[in-house]
């Protein structure tokens, strides 16, 4: 394919956009579609009461109404809802300038419309009521410079946001307002304002507060400050999952995702097209066109590619990164898609990407504490990594993303596995979807998490990216850098014969609360680290007498610098290996919980599966059985089985 096609696909998106609303893509039935466009700015209990009940029952059956009573009280600015009686405006009212619209949103009983007041025109007119819908101001202009690419947000005094023209506007999954670029310009009201400046996690944000005066241009010179340098370490970030369009309020063109990756300060961006909910492929032709390639707007340190998200929601989703090709299914068991049943299982599609070079990770791999709740019927059509637990030991997996999920949950799948011999990779996707401007975690900047891998030196380009995750050279966060050194020596390396050996991990970043020292039984060592300080460490004597994995942690309270939601401080390495005699980890009792993994899917495909034909279904069941050959031998012997 070509730019052309390209720019033929983001053509028809807008034209989806103008024509259809926020749901373009026509994936969402049930009438959930208002809750979720309105996400961030609904009371939260009420909005996942609302959520549960669309979830357990597949509709609501009056989504308007729901939406109307689950908003915050009072109403957010920029929402009104339209009643017989009258209209309910959101507070406080907005600033107004002179050549600037501001768009309302209205909440009608059957619809969602918009509707505009401007500094000449402040009233507000729905339905024949009439109502004061802004404070016209006096403007200035800021012009904001930081040095590079970075992320911005200008907050007044009220909490109106503030963007330039020609912006791409967001709000983070707790509503705070942000853009990206540097030497820009924005006109803004004469009245007090906060503005920050950040770029991704290897900064700390800068803070200042100015008022401009009517007329007056003035420029704001800002820069974050650095926490560490990962690529002065030979390490570099990546988000492995992240959506370029997929539906929403916006069409985004790749160049605009570089821009986002840049002002993160992210060295890997890996746009993944995927189906829904349909047999629609969101940037397929941007994946095709692509594969193999870096994107234009990449640079020597900031790469770009298009990969894929490869989902089926019995069997769990798997991004997919640095193909040279890409084939043609992408997804099974959607019934609105061309392929409704749950077959082939995804180690077919997985196995094939790989032969073209791509490294897999399974994604948001759990989303509960407890991880027998994956396979409640009442979830079965869900997201969950359940397949991992097959495809891991048929060779067909890099690595799993620990975080996007339940911490607790996903770090026990995760350890199950290691102490099954299995080498994944720890790595992290953040599920952005870049065309929702607000929505909780998906409209929340690229790269609030991210994987960091070692590249030993080598320049940083697709392959040796890929090369550092299948040598298991990596480390997943959400802010803080974490290491780990086992005499001597780091994540995804063996040491071999050593019985006593020297264990330090070092961590750098805010909101650190405890660093450890992990393996199979748990946390070996603890630092506790007070609450005003940013970096930590630990250090142990691990006495090996039998195979195992070290591995290091660090855990925290609610994230001072993440970028909205509630997100806790986490970090996690991958695992060194110690063996002993050549022999790898192989713990029976990890085994055993992974054959109860392998029955309880056996059952879910049983019970849920959909299958044009009962082979089809044998075929799965017999993946399943190749795995539950490997942690049998485990279980009875102690030793790997065979792969």
Same mark, same amino acid.
Do not use: N
């Given at each position: 394919m070509t730019r052309e096609q390209i720019d033929a696909e983001l053509a028809g998106y807008r034209h989806a956009l103008a024509t259809a609303g926020y749901d373009w893509g026509v994936e969402i039935v049930g009438g959930v579609t208002p809750m979720l466009q309105f996400a961030d700015r609904c009371d939260e209990q009420r909005w996942m009461a609302a959520f549960s009940r669309w979830k357990t029952h597949g509709v609501l059956d009056d989504p308007f109404g729901t939406l109307i009573a689950a908003l915050r009280d009072p109403l957010p600015t920029g929402v009104v809802v339209a009643a017989a009686d009258g209209l309910r405006v959101g507070s406080p009212l907005p600033y107004l300038l002179a050549g600037h619209d501001y768009r309302y949103e209205v909440i009608a009983p059957d619809r969602i419309a918009s509707a505009t007041v401007s500094a000449g025109a402040p009233e507000l007119e729905v339905n024949g009521h009439r109502v004061l819908g802004g404070d016209p101001v006096p403007a200035g202009r800021l012009r904001l410079e930081a040095g590079g690419p970075a992320r911005w947000s200008i907050v007044d005094d009220r909490g109106g946001a503030w963007y330039p023209r020609c912006a791409t506007r967001r709000y983070d999954a707790a509503g705070h307002p942000f853009f990206h670029g540097d030497r820009l310009e924005v006109d803004v009201p004469a009245v007090p304002l906060a503005i920050r400046v950040a770029r991704g996690t290897e900064w700390t944000p800068a803070d200042t507060k100015v008022t401009v005066a009517m007329g007056e241009s003035r420029t704001v010179a800002l820069t974050p400050t650095r926490l560490y340098d990962a690529a002065a370490r030979g390490w570099y970030g990546a988000d492995l999952h992240v959506h370029l369009n997929y539906t929403g309020d916006t069409v985004l063109d790749p160049a605009e995702a570089t821009l986002m990756q840049r002002g993160e300060g992210l060295h890997v961006l890996n746009l993944v097209a995927a189906n829904y909910n349909t047999a629609r492929v969101y940037d397929r032709a941007a994946l095709d066109t692509y594969a193999g390639q870096d994107l234009p707007g990449s640079e020597p340190d900031a790469i770009t590619r298009f990969g894929v998200e490869y989902r089926n929601d019995l069997y769990g989703h798997a991004h997919a990164f640095g193909a040279d090709r890409w084939p043609q299914r992408l997804s099974t068991g959607h019934p609105r898609s061309g392929d409704p049943n749950d077959a082939p299982a995804n180690a077919i599609a997985l196995a094939e990407m790989r032969a073209h070079g791509a490294t897999i990770g399974y994604t948001h791999a759990v989303a509960v504490a407890d991880t027998r709740a994956v396979f409640d019927v009442a979830r079965a059509r869900s997201y969950e990594a359940r397949e991992v637990v097959v495809d891991a030991p048929l060779g067909l997996v890099d690595s799993l993303d620990l975080l996007t999920g339940d911490v607790v949950g996903t770090e026990e799948l995760y350890h199950r596995l290691l102490g099954c011999g299995l080498r994944l990779a720890a790595t992290a996707g953040t599920d952005v979807m870049l065309s929702r401007s607000r929505g909780r975690l998906t409209s929340n900047p690229v790269g609030w998490c991210r994987a960091y891998a070692d590249l030993r030196g080598a320049p940083l380009s697709a392959a040796a990216w890929q090369d550092a995750v299948r040598a298991g050279r990596t480390f997943a966060t959400n802010g803080p850098w974490l290491?780990?050194?086992?005499?001597?020596?780091?994540?995804?390396?063996?040491?071999?014969? &050593?019985?006593?050996?020297?264990? *330090?991990?070092?961590? $750098?970043?805010? @909101?650190?609360?405890? +660093? #450890?020292?992990?393996? !199979? #039984?748990?946390?070996?060592?603890?630092?506790? *680290?007070?609450?005003? /300080?940013?970096?930590?460490? $630990?250090?142990? $004597?691990?006495?090996?007498? &039998?195979?195992?994995?070290?591995?290091? &942690?660090?855990?925290?309270?609610?994230?001072?610098?993440?970028?909205?939601? /509630?997100?806790? $401080?986490?970090?996690?390495?991958? !695992?060194?290996? +110690?063996?002993?005699?050549?022999?790898? *980890?192989?713990?029976?009792?990890?085994?055993?919980?992974?054959?109860?993994?392998?029955?309880?899917?056996?059952?879910?495909?049983?019970?849920? @599966?959909?299958? #044009?034909?009962? /082979?089809?279904?044998? #075929?799965?069941?017999?993946?399943?059985?190749?795995?539950? &050959?490997?942690?049998?031998?485990?279980?009875?012997?102690?030793?790997?089985?065979?792969?």
């Open positions: 290491e780990i050194s086992v005499a001597g020596h780091g994540p995804g390396d063996r040491v071999d014969g &050593a019985v006593s050996l020297l264990v *330090v991990a070092r961590a $750098v970043g805010r @909101g650190l609360e405890r +660093v #450890e020292i992990l393996g !199979p #039984e748990g946390a070996l060592a603890v630092a506790e *680290v007070d609450h005003d /300080r940013c970096g930590a460490e $630990v250090t142990t $004597v691990v006495t090996a007498t &039998a195979p195992t994995w070290l591995a290091a &942690a660090v855990r925290g309270g609610l994230h001072p610098l993440a970028a909205g939601g /509630r997100p806790v $401080v986490y970090a996690h390495t991958s !695992p060194v290996w +110690v063996d002993i005699d050549d022999q790898r *980890v192989a713990r029976p009792a990890d085994a055993g919980w992974c054959l109860s993994w392998l029955d309880r899917l056996t059952g879910l495909i049983q019970g849920e @599966g959909r299958f #044009e034909a009962p /082979r089809r279904r044998h #075929e799965v069941l017999k993946l399943i059985d190749q795995a539950r &050959a490997f942690y049998g031998g485990i279980a009875g012997s102690g030793e790997p089985g065979p792969r």
